[in-house]
């Protein structure tokens, strides 16, 4: 949002090298999705949607679900896209 996109996306990369989910299946997940949203923000959805759809099948702490993606407004930037759009299907879990 300060227009520093390279950094926002550095730090959320350093912090998966730092929690990454082979290591804390239970909250390294939640890492990968601060990415993904971070990728949301700076406008990478090529990045964020393989991310959210790698998280959809994986349970971890406060696991993402299709619901979540449909409702929650940090998705809204990818709302339009037809792969997004795929990953909200309640069939997908």
């Known amino acids: 949002m300060l227009g520093q996109k390279d950094a926002a996306i550095k730090e959320a990369q350093r912090a998966i090298t730092l929690l990454p989910s082979e290591k804390d299946a239970v909250d390294g997940p939640k890492v990968e999705e601060n990415l993904a ?3 949301v923000l700076v406008g990478d ?6 991310r959210l759809h ?3 099948e994986i ?3 406060n696991f993402l ?9 940090i998705w809204d930037p990818l709302r339009s896209d037809p792969a997004f759009q795929k990953l909200c299907e309640d069939k997908h879990r």
Not at 45 to 50: D, L, V
Request: charged letters at 15%; glycine letters at 0%; proline letters at 17%.
């Open 65 to 73: 679900t299709p619901a979540l993606l449909r409702l929650h407004p």
């Open 37 to 39: 949203s971070v990728e």
């Open 54 to 56: 790698h998280l959809l």
């Open 45 to 50: 959805k090529n990045r964020a949607i393989p």
């Open 59 to 61: 349970p971890y702490n």
